[in-house]
């Protein structure tokens, strides 16, 4: 298990989660974990009221303390090892790139054993998988680019040109269509346009509901109207295909982002 005074920060920050009941149990989700935090410590703070007393109860806990636990099993399996340690590699280099606590990097006390289920970043391919196609004559919406946002899940963010559009940018819809590792097609939608330059007219859409084992797939992306109607042409990417081209620290976090997702399909189909 990590050493806890590796991750001792003076940074205290508050975030919000969501509950959830399950059965005799409730559940509480914190998203506001990027990868660069796989390392920092959570601490929940409760509040138990029964029969008029009070009682106040905190816990913490970090990604990387779950992930070590599950590490240190000895019954854990290789392909779960290869997942857990390529996870923290992911958010080691996530750190890295990002320049954030450095000093306690996720990755950092893997021994030499959990280091031999690592995948070498090296040996990582990428897909080229990007392309417009010419399905919609006269678009009202034209893309001008792509890049990835390393939040909780991992961010797909377009930026999009609205200067022939006669609506309202903001009621715009990023609609992707994809099939997922189970083979099964899905159709998702991305969070509603937001402005990013002005006196361009180019706005911003995202979609993050892609899970780790899919980040290989090929996804059909299009801007649709309030009504449903495709209003860009059809854009073809794979979150794989963004490590195409980088270099140096962005070149390696792209890596150990792919060798985690591989790593992902790995462990499901084991």
């Avoid at 599950?70 to 958010?91: I, V």
């Avoid at 609506?167 to 819809?173: M, R, T, V």
């Avoid at 361009?200 to 290989?216: E, M, N, V, W, Y």
Wanted: proline share 2%; glycine share 6%.
């Amino acid at each position: 298990m990590p050493d806890s005074s590796e991750k001792k920060t003076n940074q205290v920050k508050s975030v919000g989660c969501t509950r959830s009941d399950c059965g005799e149990y409730q559940r509480y989700t914190v998203k506001a974990v990027d990868a660069t935090k796989m390392n920092d410590e959570i601490t929940f703070k409760m509040k138990l009221v029964q029969d008029g007393k009070v009682a106040y109860v905190e816990e913490s806990y970090s990604i990387a303390d779950y992930v070590y636990s599950q590490l240190n099993k000895a019954n854990a399996s290789d392909s779960l090892k290869a997942l857990c340690a390529n996870l923290l590699q992911y958010g080691g280099w996530a750190q890295r790139y990002k320049g954030y606590r450095t000093d306690a990097c996720a990755d950092s006390l893997l021994t030499e054993a959990q280091r031999g289920y690592l995948t070498d970043l090296n040996s990582v391919e990428f897909e080229t998988v990007n392309e417009t196609m010419n399905d919609l004559q006269e678009p009202s919406v034209l893309w001008v680019g792509k890049t990835l946002d390393l939040q909780s899940n991992v961010t797909l963010k377009t930026y999009i040109d609205c200067t022939h559009y006669t609506g309202a940018p903001e009621d715009l819809q990023l609609k992707v269509r994809y099939t997922d590792s189970h083979g099964n097609e899905q159709i998702a939608y991305g969070d509603m346009c937001t402005p990013y330059d002005g006196e361009k007219q180019q706005f911003t859409l995202s979609f993050a509901g892609l899970p780790a084992t899919d980040l290989r797939t090929s996804l059909e992306l299009c801007v649709v109207d309030p009504a449903g109607t495709q209003v860009s042409a059809t854009m073809r990417y794979s979150i794989g295909s963004y490590g195409n081209g980088k270099t140096n620290t962005l070149l390696s976090l792209c890596q150990a982002l792919m060798a985690y997702s591989d790593s992902a399909v790995a462990f499901k189909n084991s």
